[in-house]
């Protein structure tokens, strides 16, 4: 799972990915955002997010694992 968060002149916008594609493909796609010309959209398996290119400052893309159930706290075990 991956956590890819993007940084825009106007805030930061973050995504969650459950794609299992290498992080060096994803980088690579992922790049293609800055030599588009026209809005891009961007797909995950959560969300779509259209993006100006000219307005995406960087890019940042992490591994993160996903949250196990013992990992969840719930008010009953506080």
Do not use: Y
């Not at 825009?8 to 990915?17: R, S």
């Not at 459950?18 to 980088?27: M, V």
């Not at 690579?28 to 800055?34: D, N, R, V």
């Not at 809005?39 to 995950?44: D, G, Q, R, T």
């Amino acid at each position: 799972m991956r956590k890819i968060t993007i940084a825009q002149e106007n805030g930061l916008i973050e995504i969650v990915d459950e794609d299992n594609t290498s992080l060096e493909e994803c980088i690579k796609e992922l790049s293609k955002i800055f030599s588009a010309q026209n809005v891009v959209l961007l797909e995950s398996s959560e969300t779509s997010v259209l993006l100006r290119p000219s307005k995406v400052l960087w890019i940042s893309i992490k591994n993160v694992k996903p949250k196990q159930e013992e990992d969840i706290v719930t008010d009953e075990e506080i």
